[in-house]
């Protein structure tokens, strides 16, 4: 690689002065051998120069710490505040830019922690303890003075500058602002800033902020999310895996169950439909009581049951029957308007498709939708419903399958897919399919106890409970 291409490696956006510098290896610690690596974190053999690394963008290891300022924790609005870095001009990477992230490159021979731990000492003043029983116990006059760091996860991180695999930390800072100690060569200023603000500017100027610290601050502001609702970790989806962090996608499509699901009536109408399934085979084909449950077991819906021993036709119009008779209930005396339900829906995202996926009947969730005050926000085509699924049952994957194909997100990878139901079966098929799945609900419908399933990425109270969960689906109108 000749001279030219190595400056264009760094992004023709460098300036030109300091594309210069690196090449002449008279930036800022040009000569410090840092830990370079391959691109799945293994380190090489001998590190590299720091000028080297810059100029060739090479894979490296570098630490990210988020310093939450613990002195007024919160304002009277219940902000989190941050403390954030303003870059100085003479840094041979982002210049001049605002961190929320701020660490530094890991040395050769150096572990992260220690890296963290003498970055943000030496640039902030900031002396910091692993949290121990030794450590909160102690005496020592220092550890007193010091304040708590928690490492959290690693991550990769790569654009047309950088290439590097990040540890991220945080650390709460307890101190007074006019203690932070900056490093004069390396920090311009603190500024102490709300969450709030700081994503308000992340989107009005991303381009005054460093790429790699916004990426660990989006990482950190869902990890902390998923640990404050006690959403699982599942091996295979993404944001599950502590040493290779990543950003969760965001779904094509979002898949409700309709009945327990979209509301709860401590199950009358699913025990009414129950009861007319019975009353159908005891009184229309003489079937013995409780046989139609027997149906249920050994065939997964007593529909199929009574085709599979011939009680039923198996053509259109003698199934169409059967099903609008035993769904035939006053689902105006069953069900209420459920106005906050319909707030959540009327904020929810309108980019991402929603569709009903039923194991009942379209024109039954269709009467539930109504009753509820929510039919507006799912057309008839948007209702997966027994028939649509060739009369499976829901939890198969031939059901899941349909249901994909009729959303047209089967060119997506399935954890594409958010799925919200009330059913463990129907959520242990979503994980099979790789579906993102979510129990609502918590209470079992046979067993009245609660119940939890390990399965699902998060157990809900009820379907209420979607914005607080999900916060980044909805948006300010």
């Excluded at 590299?48 to 939450?68: C, D, F, G, P, Q």
């Excluded at 895996?241 to 699901?261: A, E, G, H, S």
């Excluded at 084909?285 to 046989?291: C, R, V």
């Excluded at 079992?444 to 119940?451: E, H, I, L, P, S």
Aim: some cysteine.
């Amino acid at each position: 690689m000749n001279k030219n291409q190595k400056i264009e490696t760094i992004g023709s956006g460098e300036d030109e002065k300091l594309r210069r510098e690196l090449l002449e290896g008279t930036t800022r610690d040009a000569q410090e051998r840092i830990c370079t690596v391959d691109e799945r974190n293994a380190p090489t053999a001998n590190g590299h120069l720091r000028s080297e690394m810059r100029l060739k963008n090479m894979w490296h290891r570098a630490t990210y710490v988020i310093v939450r300022h613990m002195e007024e924790a919160t304002d009277e609005k219940g902000e989190e505040f941050l403390l954030v870095q303003l870059r100085t001009k003479l840094k041979d990477y982002c210049p001049n830019k605002l961190d929320p992230a701020p660490g530094g490159v890991v040395g050769f021979g150096e572990s992260y922690l220690e890296n963290a731990q003498r970055e943000i000492e030496e640039e902030m003043g900031i002396l910091t303890h692993l949290q121990t029983k030794e450590c909160s116990e102690t005496t020592d006059t220092k550890k007193k003075n010091s304040h708590l760091i928690q490492r959290f996860f690693t991550f990769s991180f790569q654009d047309n500058r950088v290439r590097c695999w990040g540890d991220l930390y945080e650390v709460q800072y307890t101190g007074p602002l006019s203690c932070i100690k900056i490093q004069k060569e390396e920090v311009e200023e603190i500024q102490r800033l709300s969450l709030s603000q700081i994503k308000s500017k992340m989107l009005q100027q991303p381009e005054e902020w460093t790429p790699d610290g916004l990426h660990a601050l989006r990482l950190y502001l869902q990890f902390r999310h998923d640990t404050k609702i006690n959403r699982r970790l599942l091996k295979g989806y993404s944001g599950s895996n502590l040493n290779v962090m990543t950003l969760r996608p965001r779904p094509k499509v979002i898949f409700f169950d309709c009945d327990d699901c979209l509301y709860f009536d401590n199950w009358k109408t699913a025990d009414q439909i129950s009861q007319k399934i019975e009353e159908w085979c005891t009184q229309k084909k003489g079937l013995p009581p409780k046989y139609a449950y027997e149906l249920y077991k050994k065939y997964g819906t007593a529909l199929k049951g009574l085709l599979a021993e011939n009680y039923i036709d198996n053509n259109p119009e003698d199934i169409e029957q059967y099903l609008r008779e035993v769904h035939d209930l006053p689902i105006h005396t069953l069900l209420k308007p459920d106005p906050k339900l319909r707030l959540i829906l009327e904020r929810l995202d309108p980019s991402i498709p929603k569709f009903i996926f039923t194991a009942s009947v379209r024109h039954h969730a269709e009467r539930c939708l109504k009753a509820l005050g929510i039919d507006n926000f799912f057309s008839s085509e948007n209702i997966i419903d027994v028939k649509s699924c060739n009369l499976e049952t829901k939890h198969c994957c031939g059901s899941f399958q349909i249901a994909m194909e009729i959303a047209n997100v089967t060119a997506y990878p399935p954890e594409s897919c958010l799925f919200f139901d009330d059913s463990t079966k129907n959520i242990q098929m979503g994980r099979k399919m790789g579906w993102r799945s979510v129990l609502v609900g918590k209470v079992g419908r046979d067993c009245k106890k609660n119940v939890s399933c390990d399965d699902t990425e998060l157990e809900m109270n009820s379907i209420h409970d979607l914005e607080k969960c999900f916060p980044e689906l909805f948006i300010d109108r």
